[in-house]
């Protein structure tokens, strides 16, 4: 069909053009058709578009020399707005980003209850607000990704939160019900992998992101793609079992990854042998600085069998970048040499291997940068992380006990 491929190439022309604004931050026409190959009037009849549709903007260089001033084209930032939100255990934290994947404004919630309606509400009411805050833009709220720290199915069906205990809970459906805005559901360290992908490593297709926080988890990006496997529940890397007859995990097995190498073995065991109900990063800090044997061991130990299965993904994807999301190895003193010394097969083909900078906001920008990818339908995003006077605020809503 001949106007079905007019349009086909059409989109994905447009998409090559916002992919190579967004690239370049401010672009002329004549650059924008040399870069895509795209002829003059193509470029002219599709940037049009994109003005009259609001997403771009001219801007008029000054120009010292003799001769016309540019226009240069960029994105018009603040057409509308994306939201991420980080639905985990103890905390909603939500960060809404201009267009360019920049955060404007950052909220977390505390909540104590792992009630599916409880927290349902939770989410609408703070949704409702920021789309009342910013409706004033031309597009308003583009989208919304909700990060979930487990198994997501491909039609973005929440499978099984293992610390939430919610299992089968259409959330997207029953948000997109009461909330005019697309919503999507994404796995945590996918949308971790896609922060690290977007904002700083553009130079790779292929990047393996290991998060360590409340389980392990690895999210995978191939090729622009997330690498999901037949359900959409591949990188649950954490039950790998690297113990035989190790200890007992929750998913039935013994001697999972994550029970020797997760930041939650280490606080789990250190918040029982010292009788701290809520310990905190900072306490473990001051541990780590007062020298603490203990502490340090198990560091030690967690850098240990985190290599034996570092080693294991590596041999399995030779990947090309490898990021760790880790707070506490980010504290102890040359934890990623140390590592490193651990993976010395000869085998093992990576090219680098990092300790992520972002923290826990990896979660928060990568489902805001998603939200943008699909709101533009551009095939991947190159965002430069700007440091920025985003708002932030804290709020503790105390429901009941968990
Ligand atoms: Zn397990």
């Not at 505390?110 to 509400?121: G, P, V």
């Not at 409706?135 to 099984?160: P, R, T």
């Given at each position: 069909m001949i106007t079905g491929d007019a349009a086909y190439i059409k989109k994905i022309n447009r998409s090559l053009i916002i992919r190579h604004i967004i690239k370049e931050g401010m672009i002329s026409r004549a650059d924008l058709s040399k870069i895509t190959a795209l002829t003059r009037a193509t470029i002219s009849a599709q940037v049009a578009d994109l003005l009259e549709e609001g997403l771009i903007v001219e801007t008029q260089l000054e120009h010292n020399s003799v001769g016309r001033k540019p226009i240069m084209l960029s994105i018009n930032r603040h057409a509308g707005y994306a939201l991420g939100i980080d639905l985990d255990y103890g905390q909603l934290s939500f960060t809404l980003s201009d267009l360019?994947?920049?955060?404007?404004?950052?909220?977390?919630?505390?909540?104590?209850?792992?009630?599916?309606?409880?927290?349902?509400?939770?989410?609408?009411?703070?949704?409702?607000?920021?789309?009342?805050?910013?409706?004033?833009?031309?597009?308003?709220?583009?989208?919304?990704?909700?990060?979930?720290?487990?198994?997501?199915?491909?039609?973005?069906?929440?499978?099984?939160?293992?610390?939430?205990?919610?299992?089968?809970?259409?959330?997207?459906?029953?948000?997109?019900?009461?909330?005019?805005?697309?919503?999507?559901?994404?796995?945590?360290?996918?949308?971790?992998?896609?922060?690290?992908?977007?904002y700083l490593h553009h130079d790779t297709d292929n990047l393996l992101c290991t998060t360590l926080y409340s389980g392990i988890g690895i999210g995978m990006m191939m090729k622009d793609e997330f690498f999901r496997g037949h359900d959409g529940y591949a990188g649950e890397a954490g039950h790998m079992i690297i113990v035989p007859g190790g200890k007992p995990c929750n998913c039935g097995n013994q001697g999972c990854w994550e029970k020797y190498a997760s930041e939650s073995s280490i606080f789990e065991y250190l918040s029982e042998k010292r009788k701290i109900k809520n310990l905190t990063y900072d306490q473990i800090q001051v541990w780590l600085d007062e020298g603490d044997a203990e502490v340090h061991h198990l560091m030690e130990q967690l850098i240990y069998y985190l290599a034996i299965g570092l080693n294991n993904m590596i041999n399995m994807y030779n990947p090309d970048v490898i990021v760790l999301e880790s707070e506490l190895l980010r504290m102890f003193p040359d934890s990623l040499s140390k590592i490193k010394r651990n993976l010395t097969s000869s085998i093992s083909h990576y090219r680098e291997l990092i300790i992520s900078d972002f923290g826990k906001k990896s979660v928060v920008l990568g489902s805001c940068a998603l939200a943008i990818k699909k709101f533009l339908e551009v095939p991947m995003l190159n965002f430069t992380f700007e440091e920025q006077n985003e708002k932030n605020e804290s709020v503790v809503i105390l429901t009941k006990n968990l």
């Open positions: 360019l994947g920049q955060p404007i404004s950052s909220i977390s919630i505390k909540i104590d209850t792992i009630d599916y309606s409880e927290i349902f509400q939770l989410l609408m009411g703070q949704i409702k607000k920021f789309q009342t805050d910013y409706s004033d833009s031309q597009y308003g709220i583009v989208g919304i990704v909700i990060a979930i720290h487990g198994l997501v199915s491909k039609d973005e069906v929440i499978h099984y939160v293992p610390r939430l205990k919610w299992d089968e809970m259409n959330l997207k459906r029953d948000l997109e019900s009461e909330i005019d805005i697309p919503i999507y559901l994404e796995n945590n360290a996918n949308v971790c992998s896609f922060a690290e992908r977007v």
